[in-house]
């Protein structure tokens, strides 16, 4: 644990020097890197962001609209997960959304329907960021995901884990990471069902899309980014994942070494598609199974072009460690130049 936290630590260091490492003003700016520019569609006010890091899957090979719009809430009744004689429509848990989306507006930060869960990432000033409630009357949990023209370029402005992410994913964001959390968690189930093992001991809750029904479309434009002069992509400026709220028995810690073999364990067995994180992992009182709860693509989270093989949480930290320095500080200009002309998707890409 103590080297976890050192490297962690130093990690930190390293990412809230970024702006310390700043390029001299004299020194002329490479032609071919990345930039993407942002604003609202129906907008005229453009913002612009020029990294090096930028790649060009995780900007525009992530969302998928006609997934998107294939998997949205539905409208009539949904029943409860572990009790199918009650339910409650679709209609109404949109209308609560819309609901908490007005309160938010509003400068609200405590919620008429829902108790939050998890805000740390969300800013109620600049209307962006993640937010992740709890429905009060219903057994379902909100995920709200929401960002501004000005606020997707800002990275670095996020916070300490956010700006790690966008270094070694390559631009990634929770924003566009989340799109591929139901289409991962239908790859995750096909292959619990290949393993009567895990299939009789791990299961994942149900999600669904949602969008308010005035959406907002986010036009965000990509130049020399994965040898193209130039994309252009319209997604959602605010969505939501509905998914089941899952009643733990228990949830699992990294100070109990079942735990952590069983997590890794099923990690690998799910071919690294999964964050091995360990508070992702809990036991459901109703079934007694291992709930997944975040199925977010994490090799398009992280950047991983090949498989890691995961032995120990000591190990995998240290790999994350070593790919954050040497995508932040060891990167020659051939280098990323290559990757921007010879551009490779993250492994396993749902």
Not at 16 to 33: E, I, V, W
Not at 343 to 350: D, E, I
Request: glycine share 4%.
């Amino acid at each position: 644990m103590r080297n976890i936290t050192f490297f962690l630590s130093f990690l930190a260091l390293l990412s809230f020097a970024t702006h310390l490492c700043a390029r001299s003003g004299l020194r002329k700016q490479d032609p071919l890197c990345p930039f993407i520019t942002t604003r609202w569609a129906d907008d005229t006010k453009y913002y612009r962001l020029r990294d090096s890091h930028f790649e060009v899957t995780p900007l525009f090979h992530l969302y998928d609209k006609a997934h998107f719009d294939a998997h949205q809430l539905p409208t009539g009744q949904i029943s409860f997960r572990n009790d199918p004689a009650h339910s409650v429509s679709g209609a109404n848990l949109s209308d609560m959304i819309e609901n908490l989306l007005k309160e938010i507006y509003d400068g609200k930060t405590r919620y008429t329907n829902f108790e939050i869960l998890k805000n740390r990432d969300f800013n109620v000033k600049k209307e962006a960021g993640l937010l992740v409630v709890r429905c009060k009357k219903y057994p379902f949990v909100i995920k709200l995901f929401m960002e501004t023209p000005r606020s997707f370029i800002r990275p670095y402005h996020k916070g300490f884990e956010p700006a790690c992410f966008f270094i070694i994913g390559g631009g990634s964001t929770r924003h566009f990471i989340g799109f591929t959390r139901v289409k991962n968690l239908y790859a995750i189930q096909k292959r619990l069902k290949k393993s009567p093992y895990w299939a009789e001991r791990v299961d994942v809750p149900r999600k669904w899309f949602w969008e308010p029904k005035k959406p907002k479309k986010l036009e965000i434009t990509g130049y020399n980014i994965g040898g193209h002069n130039q994309l252009t992509i319209n997604v959602p400026g605010i969505y939501a994942i509905v998914t089941d709220e899952i009643k733990a028995e228990r949830s699992f810690s990294l100070f109990n070494s079942e735990d952590r073999k069983t997590a890794i364990d099923i990690c690998n067995y799910l071919l690294c598609r999964i964050d091995p994180h360990i508070a992702n992992f809990l036991v459901e009182k109703e079934t007694g199974k291992v709930l997944i709860i975040d199925t977010e693509h994490f090799p398009s989270l992280v950047g991983f072009k090949k498989r890691p093989r995961i032995t120990s949480y000591t190990s995998w930290y240290l790999h994350l460690f070593v790919k954050f320095i040497q995508d932040r500080f060891c990167r020659t200009k051939k280098d990323r130049h290559n990757l921007q002309l010879h551009p490779t998707p993250p492994f396993s890409m749902p």
